[in-house]
Structure formats: structure tokens, C-alpha cells
């Protein structure tokens, strides 16, 4: 039997239901879903395996309209992570149709996915009625070629497995990624670093610096039945740092205080959480550099 494994990147408009349907693929509560538009900064990856098909998802940050340079280069690391991939999956809303927000995505595909296998997943099918999809269906394939359309809802699970299979199919021939054995254990570190991500939103507001990553480092688990996990969060200057931890060190302690009581309400059992904080400039760099290939929306869009 052939193995195959792969990238598959999945993008869209904020809220089109890109957690919901990376859930529903890898079947673990990967990245977490929020009413909340914008949540899902980091390039969080689920591995969904399907048959002999590994397929590695890249959930790229919001396509959203960026103002400020920092989020321009946010949107240009969404679309590094896409044109890095195998397939390139489009997700849009039935319901909102081909928005503004869809065009300029449509725009930079013609730019960005030359060579890449592009599908449209038309999503939140159960909110529509069947006639007006006909319609949605020949409006985006009219304005970009897709290769295949999925009408889909993730969060009823409508269409999400004829999805997954294409996907298993369309991946490269060759080993496997990851092994299979860790697969598990990657939803639950990426769940807690964005558990401690939440807190620190909660805690800081508008004083969270935008170029914040956290990372589970290590999980351990204990003999006594409990979990150590530490973590590093990475900012990019030495003065966020000072944010981050506050007076004392009280903001960092108090967040991960926070974070403890739920991932032990999450995982039912009791953790240990370490929390450092470091500075990664190169964060920086690197987002300059995909704005520097990516977009460019400083024509007041
Ligand atoms: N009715 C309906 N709602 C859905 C469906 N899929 C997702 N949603 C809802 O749409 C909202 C946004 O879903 P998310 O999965 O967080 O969207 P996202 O694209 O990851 O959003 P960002 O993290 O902001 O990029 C949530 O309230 C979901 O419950 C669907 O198939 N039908």
C-alpha cells in the first residue's frame, strides 16, 4: 500500500468556520472555536489521518483586512503558510456569498497559488437554501478556476468526509510526517498553549503585544497521574516582555494561574504549568519578510 502525506492549507475569511471544519477533519478539538472574529493567530496544524493519506492542515490566520503594517505582515504569513502548501482549501460562507473580503482573497490566489491544487468548500450549508449554492457555485468559479467544489457544513459534519477523502487522495506519494503514535499528543499541546494565549488576551487587552506566540516546549507526564507542561511565550522586543510579566511578575503568574484551572477542568485532572517568557525577534523579521513577498493593502483597503 502507498503511503501519501502532505500540506494542506486552509484559508478564508475570519469566521468562515476554518476551526470548526480542522475539528471536524483531525477529530480533536484542535484550535479553539470563539464568536470572537480574528482568534486564530498562530499557524496551528492538525494532522487528519484518512486511510494511507496523512493530511497535515496549516489553519492560517484570519485573511483579514489589515491596517496596521504588523497586520499586513500577519495576512502575508497567512498566505506564506498557503503557498507553502500542497492543496490550497478556500472556505467561504453560503450565506454571505462572494463578499469583498472573498475578492481580494480571489485577487491574490491568481497571484499566489500558481502550481498549487486550489478547491472551494462552500461552508454553513445548513443556513441556506439549496437554490441560492447553484448560484454562489458559478459566481467563484467564474472569477477563479477551481479545481473542485465542496458544499460543506462543518459544524454539522455535512459534506466534511467527501472533503477529507479528496484531500486524502490529492496529497503526494511518501512517508508519513509525523508518526502516527504522536498525533494524538499535538492536538493537546497546541490546545494548551492557546488555553495561555486566551488568558493573556483576557489579561492584557489591548496592551497584548500582536507579535505573541506560545509553544508547549515539553509535556510530561507523571507518574502520580498529573501533567507537566511548559511553556514559552515569545515576543518580539525586550519591553513586551515587561508587559508580560508585570509588577512583580504578577500578570504572568496570574495568567498562568488562569491557564492551569482550565486545562485541569479540560483534561480532568491536575497540571503543573511553567510559563517563561522570551524575547524572538526573529518573529518580527520573518513577518516583514512574507510582507515584503505578500500583500500589500496600503490603497486604503
Ligand atoms: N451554521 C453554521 N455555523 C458554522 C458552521 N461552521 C462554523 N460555524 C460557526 O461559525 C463561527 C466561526 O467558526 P470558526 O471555526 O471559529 O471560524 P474561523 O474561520 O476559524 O475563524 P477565525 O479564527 O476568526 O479565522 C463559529 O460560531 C462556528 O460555530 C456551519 O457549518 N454552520
Redesign the pocket.
Known amino acids: 500500500m502507498t503511503t501519501r502525506a502532505g500540506f494542506t492549507a486552509l484559508i478564508?475569511?475570519?469566521?468562515?468556520?476554518?476551526?470548526?471544519?480542522?475539528?471536524k477533519m483531525v477529530g480533536a478539538k484542535v484550535?479553539i472555536?470563539?464568536?470572537?472574529?480574528?482568534?486564530?493567530r498562530a499557524r496551528i496544524r492538525g494532522v487528519a489521518m484518512a486511510g494511507e493519506s496523512q493530511i497535515v492542515f496549516v489553519?492560517t490566520?484570519?485573511l483579514f483586512r489589515p491596517r496596521r503594517r504588523l497586520d499586513r505582515a500577519m495576512v502575508a504569513a497567512a498566505w506564506g503558510g498557503a503557498a507553502d502548501a500542497d492543496v490550497i482549501v478556500l472556505?467561504i460562507e453560503a450565506h454571505r456569498g462572494k463578499t469583498d473580503g472573498v475578492d481580494t482573497i480571489l485577487t491574490s490566489l491568481g497571484e499566489k497559488a500558481v502550481g498549487r491544487r486550489v478547491v472551494l468548500a462552500i461552508?454553513?450549508?445548513?443556513?441556506v437554501e439549496a437554490a441560492s449554492l447553484l448560484k454562489l457555485t458559478e459566481d467563484m468559479n467564474a472569477a477563479y478556476p477551481f479545481e473542485r467544489t465542496f458544499m460543506?457544513?462543518?459544524?454539522?459534519g455535512?459534506g466534511v468526509e467527501d472533503l477529507r477523502d479528496w484531500l486524502a487522495e490529492a496529497m503526494p506519494e511518501g512517508p508519513w510526517l509525523y508518526p502516527e503514535d504522536q498525533i494524538a499528543d499535538l492536538p493537546m499541546r497546541m490546545i494548551a498553549a492557546e488555553i495561555t494565549r486566551e488568558k493573556l488576551t483576557l489579561r492584557l487587552h489591548e496592551e497584548l503585544p500582536y507579535q505573541l506566540t506560545v509553544e508547549t516546549e515539553h509535556w510530561n507526564e507523571r507518574e502520580d497521574g498529573t501533567a507537566r507542561i511548559d511553556q514559552v511565550v515569545y515576543v518580539a522586543r525586550d519591553g513586551h516582555k515587561g508587559i508580560l510579566l508585570g509588577k512583580g511578575g504578577e500578570t504572568i503568574k496570574a495568567v498562568s494561574k488562569a491557564a492551569r484551572a482550565e486545562l485541569e477542568e479540560f483534561m480532568g485532572r491536575r497540571v503543573h504549568l511553567f510559563l517563561q517568557v522570551k524575547v524572538r525577534p526573529n518573529w518580527l523579521e520573518e513577518a516583514e519578510r512574507y510582507s515584503e513577498m505578500g500583500l500589500d493593502f496600503r490603497d486604503g483597503n
Open positions: 478564508g475569511e475570519p469566521n468562515a468556520g476554518k476551526s470548526t471544519l480542522l475539528n484550535s472555536v470563539t464568536h470572537k472574529v480574528q482568534t486564530t489553519d490566520p484570519g472556505l461552508n454553513k450549508i445548513d443556513r460543506i457544513s462543518a459544524e454539522k455535512y
